[in-house]
């Protein structure tokens, strides 16, 4: 293959891979002007994925029930598609549920970062490390101090806030790709 086919195919794709990248950084401004709506999908598809794993627990447990660990598989089987059945009864409540559980998880991600930061301060790169773990650390906080008051915004926002930048990203990808598709041509 030539390399002007090659470039033109490259002109093809990045020109697709443009569209999606706008596309995706107008579904994250929409995700942030619609924010609960945001986070109760994303709490919707959440306990559809818990009420899936749950059967797919105890189909499991099915299948293993004479090597003696089918009651752990039927208990997790039912602690699944039981916290699944609850966020989707309770969206509302299941949103709030689900913005406690970012917050702790953000807390314990930017413990640990601090942590490894410190465990290779000499090295290189280590102030990304530190940089990352205070800010992951703050975002914690700043979720934690706001539950349950104000969390109905929290998830559908930080969707939109990845959307926003996953498509910044794939455009700057796709521009890089293209500058060298004219390049090649």
């Not at 619609?34 to 627990?57: E, Q, S, T």
């Not at 989707?88 to 970062?113: K, N, S, V, W």
């Amino acid at each position: 293959m030539n390399t002007t086919a090659v470039a033109s195919d490259l002109k093809h794709i990045t020109g697709w891979s443009i569209v999606v990248s706008v596309l995706l950084m107008l579904a994250g401004i929409l995700a942030i002007a619609l924010p609960v709506l945001v986070g109760i999908g994303v709490n919707i598809v959440v306990a559809w994925l818990l009420v899936f794993a749950g059967v797919m627990h105890l189909v499991w447990a099915w299948h293993i029930r004479s090597l003696g660990s089918v009651i752990w598989q039927i208990l997790l089987g039912l602690l699944y598609i039981g916290v699944g059945a609850y966020l989707l009864l309770r969206p509302l409540a299941g949103l709030a549920t689900l913005t406690l559980a970012l917050a702790i998880y953000l807390f314990a991600e930017g413990m640990l970062e601090l942590i490894l930061a410190f465990a290779r301060r000499p090295r290189h790169g280590w102030g990304w490390l530190l940089f990352d773990g205070v800010v992951t650390l703050a975002l914690a906080i700043l979720i934690w101090r706001a539950w349950p008051y104000r969390t109905l915004w929290v998830v559908g926002t930080l969707v939109g806030i990845s959307m926003i930048f996953s498509g910044v990203t794939r455009l700057m990808i796709s521009l890089t790709a293209r500058s060298v598709a004219n390049k090649l041509a």
